[in-house]
């Protein structure tokens, strides 16, 4: 459903509509759900965009829907949000087998506490990301002022993995902050790779691999998400 996520959204709708006529029950499977990160109101007159596409998706006639590291669950399991029945998995394991297949050892966190379920597992820490107050301008966007850390990396393999990489700030910061504290190689993942504006250029800049999963087509795509969800929608 991404890119092209208005259009590739209507044809699911369309899609799920006729198979809902026709009595089929259906299972959607989509690595990455458009518009998943507005799932709270922060600002008055904002859309609960999350929430929307979830209930038209299951008034289409979608039974169910299978994605990986959606943004608004931040944990894997079975849930209901809206009217729909949501199968979240994770990308994590990938994730870190494919780092350890680069450089061996390594310490796996994570840039904020909303990412903390992809490294606990492991053993990893979470830093702290500060926000300032929403900037004037077309957009609403709050800048990042910081990402803080209080645990030591020091000539260690360093793995920072988020569920997305938009803009790229919360990464840059984290990965900035690895490398003052002394760590060795460090290395910077997601499950979805948006890379807004110039921000893969950054992060190639600053860190010795930048990786994704293939949920979303980019340069740096390089983990199959395949096996993940074939095993799971059958």
């Known amino acids: 459903l991404y890119p092209e996520q208005d259009s590739a ?28 990160r507005q799932d709270k109101i922060f600002k008055k007159g904002e859309p609960l965009s999350a929430e929307i596409i979830c209930n038209l998706l299951s008034h289409s006639g979608a039974s169910r829907l299978i994605t990986v590291d959606c943004h608004f669950l931040k944990k894997e399991g079975t849930f209901k949000y809206g ?43 979470s830093m702290k990301k500060v926000r300032g107050e929403y900037e004037k301008g077309d957009a609403a966007y709050r800048k990042i002022e910081k990402v803080e850390m209080d645990f030591d990396v020091s000539g260690r393999n360093v793995l920072i993995v988020d569920d997305m990489i938009s803009t790229g700030g ?6 900035e902050n690895v490398k003052n504290g002394g760590a060795g190689k ?17 992060l190639k800049n600053l860190c010795d691999s930048v990786f994704v999963t293939d949920s979303i087509p980019s340069p740096v795509s390089s983990v199959s998400l395949k096996e993940l969800l074939f095993s799971n929608a059958r």
């Open 83 to 125: 009217n729909l029945e949501i199968v979240n998995l994770s990308a994590k394991n990938l994730l870190v087998d494919y780092a350890k297949k680069l450089v061996g050892e390594i310490e796996v966190i994570s840039p904020d506490m909303g990412a903390n379920y992809l490294v606990a597992e492991f053993g990893g820490k």
């Open 186 to 202: 460090v290395l910077c993942a997601a499950t979805h790779g948006f890379f807004l504006k110039d921000s893969l250029h950054k």
């Open 9 to 36: 959204l209507m044809q699911a709708f369309f899609m799920l509509d006729t198979l809902k006529r026709m009595g089929i029950k259906t299972t959607l499977v989509s690595p990455y759900l458009p518009y998943s």
């Open 170 to 175: 919360t990464m840059i910061k984290a990965a």
